[in-house]
């Protein structure tokens, strides 16, 4: 009877058969509901919402696992849109004017390396093991600390200088992914030549294409209100040219926007004006990135590498903590206020899995053996990392949940 009526009515096929776009829509209604309902229960960031929802996407075994295909290109240009924000942040001349701050930074990325790095040595994992997992997980979360901080409405020195960190540590950690990618191909095949020339395109061809950017965006904000809409999807639109761009070339889809964004800052004195995460468009992709991040974490991976990721964390925490406290006094920071740079410092999200995906990419028989740490350290701090930054925030005193709510962003810093 039933199916004779969906014959009728040409409701075809029978029974209905959901696809990936289905799926995808009810993914973004319960990321947006619960994101929502957490912020205002809890008084926590939504991406906690979103991060749960794709987290049960996962552990129910439908997670994506690996970034491929569609999923890909949203967590692409979604941190690609979030680190250009985050890039024109970064005030270079601050770094001139404090070299304790930019020693900071130093310090705390090869810290962290350092420490991860022996830490999984002495638990037995090989060392191209070691070494990929120290690049991957020496970088803080560029997006969860965006969105939590822009969220927040947070202001201060922390703010500040938890957005410098993390800028920079992304960039030593993609640098240092290049160079021990590179040494695979060494280690692997002998291929002196490969080894080399791939981690210097990549750097030297992201910031030509960074630079292009920068330039085109700067010539754009001459002659339009960059609050206008049109405006808004113009710069949204150079913003994904560039990076498919860099992604025809086999450029980095990270340096490239990051580094786009810190040219244009440091190109004019003026303040810059951005609309948020560059309208509707580029809210819906950081809550699909959010979402879909969350969904990579599954019960096998944690079987497989949950302990070592659990190593790994406590490794890079340590590396983090103690030197941002011991470099406190130097550059400027009162005790407090360090301890709420380190809490912020903890997420580790988008960026590590985009990341793995290019490991799997090139070394796809060795990234077996890294993904299920990588993957475990991401599902570990998928939700409690926005809830560090969020209490590192109120440890500093620069939580401003009360805020009035702006749709334009003020870029002074």
Not at 95 to 114: H, K, M, Q, Y
Not at 352 to 357: E, F, I, K, S, T
Request: glycine share 10%; proline share 5%; charged share 10%.
């Amino acid at each position: 009877m039933v199916a004779e009526l969906a014959d009728f009515l040409q409701i075809v096929p029978w029974p209905p058969a959901p696809g990936v776009a289905f799926w995808a829509a009810l993914a973004l209604v319960a990321g947006a509901l619960l994101g929502e309902l957490v912020r205002r229960v809890f008084s926590v960031p939504r991406i906690v919402g979103y991060g749960i929802v794709g987290g049960v996407i996962g552990f129910a075994g439908f997670g994506a696992g690996t970034l491929t295909g569609t999923a890909r290109l949203i967590v692409d240009l979604a941190l690609a849109l979030l680190l250009f924000e985050l890039g024109s942040r970064v005030n270079l001349r601050w770094l001139r004017a404090n070299p304790a701050l930019l020693l900071t930074s130093a310090a705390e990325a090869l810290g962290s390396f350092v420490a991860i790095y022996f830490a999984l040595r002495l638990f037995g994992q090989p060392v191209n093991v070691a070494l990929t997992c120290a690049a991957m997980g020496s970088c803080a979360s560029g997006a969860v600390i965006a969105r939590v901080a822009g969220e927040l409405k947070a202001a201060g020195q922390v703010s500040e200088r938890m957005i410098v960190l993390t800028s920079l540590n992304t960039l030593f950690a993609v640098l240092a992914f290049k160079l021990v990618s590179g040494w695979l191909h060494l280690d692997v095949a002998g291929d002196w030549v490969r080894a080399v020339s791939q981690p210097l395109w990549a750097f030297a061809g992201s910031v030509g294409v960074a630079a292009l950017l920068a330039a085109l965006v700067a010539w754009i904000a001459r002659r339009l209100d960059l609050r206008d809409e049109n405006a808004a999807l113009l710069l949204l639109g150079l913003v994904v040219l560039a990076l498919m761009v860099a992604k025809q070339f086999n450029l980095s889809t990270l340096l490239v926007p990051l580094l786009a964004g810190v040219l244009l800052r440091n190109s004019s004195e003026r303040p810059w004006v951005w609309p948020r995460h560059f309208g509707t468009a580029g809210g819906v992709l950081v809550l699909m990135l959010f979402v879909i991040v969350g969904s990579a974490g599954s019960v096998p991976a944690l079987l497989a590498g949950g302990v070592t990721a659990l190593v790994l964390l406590a490794a890079r925490a340590a590396a983090k903590t103690a030197v941002v406290v011991v470099l406190a006094r130097p550059s400027g920071l009162r005790m407090r206020q360090a301890l709420g740079l380190s809490l912020a410092l903890t997420p580790m999200s988008g960026t590590a899995l985009v990341l793995l995906a290019d490991l799997q990419a090139g070394h796809a028989a060795f990234a077996p053996l890294v993904a299920p740490i990588i993957v475990s350290a991401i599902a570990f701090t998928e939700v409690l990392g926005p809830l560090l930054v969020q209490w590192g925030l109120h440890l500093a005193g620069e939580q401003q949940p009360q805020a009035k709510p702006a749709d334009y962003r003020v870029v002074t810093a």
